[in-house]
């Protein structure tokens, strides 16, 4: 059985959703999952001002962590078209799992969410997936199976390079059903890829 994490960092609770999601479709391809997130970097009493949601049930992540896994899946709201400050410093950890080609051959993957359309989904998924090439990964995107990501009769996320979802400028809007099962169809796909590298 592969062993899958889905790592993430989630200020407001959307890309917390969106990594259940994606755990759950890893699950239904027979994988076993963790879901782990990263330290929060933000003083405490500013993370209660801006609203953060403090409540996630996840536990931390330690960098060594990701050695133990045949796949991870990555998944971060954008900061200004770029992946967050707190999922970029903790990567940026992993010198010593570079070093010595821990990663190699394992599966990666990545997720995102940001407040428009256009704010910068692609460029995340690819600071994301620049780290991932670097650590040796074999990466794996959200391809067209699920074709709802070319859906034009409603503003959705999603694109070949990870699922996606849009919070709205408020951050009120929550990942709809068709990008739930984006993230389901990419954590099927990542599980099923780790399940036959390992074989």
Do not use: C
């Not at 970097?41 to 133990?68: M, N």
């Amino acid at each position: 059985m592969a062993k899958v994490l889905v790592l993430y960092y989630s200020a407001y609770g959307h890309i917390e959703t969106m990594a259940q999601a994606i755990a759950e479709g890893a699950r239904g391809a027979g994988a076993e999952v963790d879901i782990k997130r990263v330290p929060e970097l933000v003083p405490e009493d500013v993370a209660r001002r801006s609203h953060y949601k403090l409540d996630q049930a996840a536990p931390i992540a330690a960098v060594e962590d990701l050695a133990q896994y045949d796949a991870i899946v990555i998944g971060t709201g954008t900061r200004f078209g770029r992946m967050s400050s707190q999922m970029a410093n903790f990567l940026d950890q992993a010198g010593g799992l570079w070093a010595r080609g821990a990663l190699h051959g394992k599966v990666g993957a990545a997720f995102t969410s940001t407040a428009t359309q256009h704010g910068g989904q692609e460029t995340t998924l690819f600071s994301i997936i620049t780290n991932l090439l670097h650590f040796g990964m074999v990466v794996v995107g959200l391809d067209y199976g699920h074709a709802g990501q070319m859906r034009l009769d409603e503003v959705t996320g999603g694109s070949p390079y990870g699922s996606t979802t849009i919070a709205g400028g408020d951050g009120s809007r929550q990942p709809s059903e068709n990008e739930l099962d984006g993230a389901r169809h990419q954590g099927r796909v990542v599980a099923e890829t780790a399940i036959r590298l390992k074989r």
